[in-house]
Protein backbone atom coordinates (compact mmCIF):
# COMPACT_ATOMS: atom_id res chain seq x y z
CA UNK A 1 0.00 0.00 0.00
CA UNK A 2 1.36 3.33 -1.08
CA UNK A 3 0.27 7.18 0.51
CA UNK A 4 0.94 9.99 -1.47
CA UNK A 5 1.11 12.92 1.19
CA UNK A 6 2.39 16.71 1.89
CA UNK A 7 3.35 17.45 5.02
CA UNK A 8 1.77 20.62 5.70
CA UNK A 9 -1.33 19.07 4.48
CA UNK A 10 -4.03 18.58 7.76
CA UNK A 11 -5.61 16.14 5.61
CA UNK A 12 -2.43 13.59 5.10
CA UNK A 13 -1.40 14.35 8.77
CA UNK A 14 -4.75 12.85 9.56
CA UNK A 15 -3.83 9.82 7.83
CA UNK A 16 -0.89 9.49 8.75
CA UNK A 17 -1.72 9.51 12.52
CA UNK A 18 -4.78 6.89 12.23
CA UNK A 19 -1.84 4.63 10.03
CA UNK A 20 -0.08 4.78 13.40
CA UNK A 21 -2.94 4.11 16.07
CA UNK A 22 -4.12 1.32 13.88
CA UNK A 23 -0.32 -0.17 13.75
CA UNK A 24 -0.17 -0.08 10.04
CA UNK A 25 2.19 2.52 9.51
CA UNK A 26 4.93 -0.13 8.26
CA UNK A 27 2.68 -1.75 6.07
CA UNK A 28 2.33 1.63 4.38
CA UNK A 29 4.92 3.41 1.94
CA UNK A 30 5.09 7.15 2.57
CA UNK A 31 5.65 8.88 -0.95
CA UNK A 32 5.86 12.87 -0.17
CA UNK A 33 4.82 15.19 -2.95
CA UNK A 34 3.88 18.38 -3.64
CA UNK A 35 0.40 18.41 -5.20
CA UNK A 36 0.92 22.28 -6.23
CA UNK A 37 4.08 21.68 -8.28
CA UNK A 38 4.02 19.34 -11.64
CA UNK A 39 3.65 15.88 -9.56
CA UNK A 40 3.31 13.30 -12.67
CA UNK A 41 3.02 10.24 -10.26
CA UNK A 42 0.58 11.47 -8.05
CA UNK A 43 -1.97 12.58 -11.43
CA UNK A 44 -1.23 9.40 -12.67
CA UNK A 45 -2.90 8.28 -9.16
CA UNK A 46 -5.39 10.36 -8.57
CA UNK A 47 -6.53 12.78 -11.69
CA UNK A 48 -7.70 15.65 -9.02
CA UNK A 49 -3.43 15.87 -8.22
CA UNK A 50 -4.59 16.24 -4.38
CA UNK A 51 -3.49 15.09 -1.30
CA UNK A 52 -4.07 12.34 0.48
CA UNK A 53 -3.82 9.42 -2.35
CA UNK A 54 -3.91 5.99 -0.76
CA UNK A 55 -2.78 3.18 -3.48
CA UNK A 56 -4.13 -0.45 -2.54
CA UNK A 57 -1.82 -3.57 -3.15
CA UNK A 58 -3.83 -4.13 -6.32
CA UNK A 59 -3.00 -0.70 -7.44
CA UNK A 60 -6.53 0.94 -7.06
CA UNK A 61 -6.46 4.67 -5.55
CA UNK A 62 -8.34 6.10 -2.96
CA UNK A 63 -9.30 9.54 -3.29
CA UNK A 64 -10.22 11.87 0.01
CA UNK A 65 -9.23 11.19 3.44
CA UNK A 66 -12.12 10.87 4.88
CA UNK A 67 -12.82 7.41 2.73
CA UNK A 68 -9.15 6.49 3.15
CA UNK A 69 -9.60 6.59 6.96
CA UNK A 70 -12.70 4.54 6.33
CA UNK A 71 -11.46 2.15 4.85
CA UNK A 72 -8.28 1.95 7.42
CA UNK A 73 -10.47 1.23 10.18
CA UNK A 74 -12.47 -1.35 7.73
CA UNK A 75 -9.22 -3.26 6.91
CA UNK A 76 -8.13 -3.88 10.32
CA UNK A 77 -11.77 -4.95 11.33
CA UNK A 78 -11.39 -2.30 13.97
CA UNK A 79 -14.36 -3.23 16.61
CA UNK A 80 -17.85 -2.55 15.15
CA UNK A 81 -19.51 0.86 16.85
CA UNK A 82 -22.41 1.63 18.03
CA UNK A 83 -24.21 4.00 15.88
CA UNK A 84 -23.80 6.46 18.39
CA UNK A 85 -20.69 6.28 19.01
CA UNK A 86 -20.24 5.81 14.99
CA UNK A 87 -22.24 9.27 14.71
CA UNK A 88 -20.24 11.16 16.94
CA UNK A 89 -17.20 10.64 15.18
CA UNK A 90 -18.07 11.11 12.39
CA UNK A 91 -19.97 14.33 13.31
CA UNK A 92 -16.15 15.45 14.76
CA UNK A 93 -14.54 13.88 12.10
CA UNK A 94 -16.68 16.41 9.36
CA UNK A 95 -16.52 19.44 11.74
CA UNK A 96 -12.82 18.73 11.55
CA UNK A 97 -12.85 18.93 7.98
CA UNK A 98 -14.97 21.98 7.55
CA UNK A 99 -12.42 23.69 9.58
CA UNK A 100 -9.64 22.85 7.38
CA UNK A 101 -11.68 23.51 4.38
CA UNK A 102 -11.98 26.90 5.74
CA UNK A 103 -8.77 27.29 6.65
CA UNK A 104 -7.18 26.47 3.52
CA UNK A 105 -9.38 28.39 1.42
CA UNK A 106 -8.72 31.07 3.32
CA UNK A 107 -4.90 30.43 2.99
CA UNK A 108 -4.59 30.22 -0.85
CA UNK A 109 -6.83 33.65 -0.34
CA UNK A 110 -3.87 35.10 1.57
CA UNK A 111 -1.70 34.18 -1.28
CA UNK A 112 -3.38 36.11 -4.11
CA UNK A 113 -2.27 39.69 -4.95
CA UNK A 114 -4.14 42.22 -2.39
CA UNK A 115 -6.12 44.10 -5.40
CA UNK A 116 -7.49 40.34 -6.33
CA UNK A 117 -8.57 38.96 -2.42
CA UNK A 118 -12.74 38.77 -1.79
CA UNK A 119 -13.47 40.00 1.50
CA UNK A 120 -17.10 38.58 1.57
CA UNK A 121 -15.40 34.97 0.90
CA UNK A 122 -12.47 35.56 3.74
CA UNK A 123 -15.72 36.58 6.29
CA UNK A 124 -17.60 33.76 5.07
CA UNK A 125 -14.35 31.17 5.81
CA UNK A 126 -13.29 32.66 8.90
CA UNK A 127 -17.18 32.71 10.15
CA UNK A 128 -16.89 29.18 9.17
CA UNK A 129 -14.29 28.52 11.59
CA UNK A 130 -15.63 30.48 14.65
CA UNK A 131 -18.88 28.80 14.04
CA UNK A 132 -16.99 25.66 14.15
CA UNK A 133 -14.93 25.97 17.02
CA UNK A 134 -17.66 27.39 19.16
CA UNK A 135 -19.94 24.21 18.04
CA UNK A 136 -16.75 21.65 19.06
CA UNK A 137 -16.26 23.57 22.59
CA UNK A 138 -19.92 24.06 23.54
CA UNK A 139 -21.16 20.83 22.27
CA UNK A 140 -18.70 18.08 21.59
CA UNK A 141 -15.39 18.62 23.02
CA UNK A 142 -16.22 15.49 25.42
CA UNK A 143 -16.66 13.26 22.64
CA UNK A 144 -13.14 14.24 22.07
CA UNK A 145 -12.08 12.89 25.07
CA UNK A 146 -10.97 9.18 23.72
CA UNK A 147 -8.52 9.49 20.39
CA UNK A 148 -10.14 7.99 17.64
CA UNK A 149 -10.41 9.19 14.45
CA UNK A 150 -12.99 12.63 15.02
CA UNK A 151 -10.58 14.16 18.06
CA UNK A 152 -7.45 13.11 15.55
CA UNK A 153 -9.16 15.41 12.51
CA UNK A 154 -10.14 18.02 15.45
CA UNK A 155 -6.40 17.97 16.82
CA UNK A 156 -4.91 18.01 13.31
CA UNK A 157 -7.83 20.81 11.60
CA UNK A 158 -6.89 22.96 15.08
CA UNK A 159 -3.29 23.04 14.33
CA UNK A 160 -3.27 23.72 11.08
CA UNK A 161 -4.65 27.19 11.84
CA UNK A 162 -2.19 27.66 14.49
CA UNK A 163 0.48 26.86 11.77
CA UNK A 164 -0.97 28.63 8.55
CA UNK A 165 -2.94 31.26 10.09
CA UNK A 166 -1.29 32.50 13.59
CA UNK A 167 -3.10 35.27 14.12
CA UNK A 168 -6.82 33.78 14.15
CA UNK A 169 -6.92 34.02 17.93
CA UNK A 170 -9.23 31.28 18.68
CA UNK A 171 -7.02 29.73 21.82
CA UNK A 172 -7.81 33.31 23.18
CA UNK A 173 -11.81 33.00 22.28
CA UNK A 174 -11.72 28.83 23.20
CA UNK A 175 -10.33 28.14 26.64
CA UNK A 176 -11.79 24.79 27.10
CA UNK A 177 -10.79 23.85 23.47
CA UNK A 178 -7.51 24.97 24.01
CA UNK A 179 -6.88 23.07 27.21
CA UNK A 180 -8.38 20.09 25.26
CA UNK A 181 -6.05 21.05 22.35
CA UNK A 182 -2.52 21.75 24.50
CA UNK A 183 -3.13 17.91 25.60
CA UNK A 184 -3.33 16.53 21.85
CA UNK A 185 -0.26 18.28 21.05
CA UNK A 186 1.64 16.60 23.50
CA UNK A 187 1.16 13.20 21.91
CA UNK A 188 4.01 11.75 20.13
CA UNK A 189 2.39 11.29 16.99
CA UNK A 190 1.42 14.48 17.01
CA UNK A 191 5.08 15.85 17.42
CA UNK A 192 6.25 13.48 14.72
CA UNK A 193 3.74 14.71 12.07
CA UNK A 194 4.35 18.14 13.34
CA UNK A 195 4.44 20.05 9.85
CA UNK A 196 7.24 22.29 10.96
CA UNK A 197 9.50 20.07 11.49
Given at each position: MKLYYSTTSPYSRKVLILCHELEIADMVELIQVNPFQDSSSLRE??????VPTFVLDNGEPLYDSSVIAEYLQRLV????????????QQ?????????MDAAFSLVMEHRRPQEQRS????QR????????I???????????????IGSIAIACALDY????IPENDWKQQYPKTKTWFQDQITKSIMIKTDPRL
Open positions: VNPLSKNKPTLSLVDFVSRLHALADGIPSWQWEGAISRSTEFEQKYIDHAQQWHLTFR
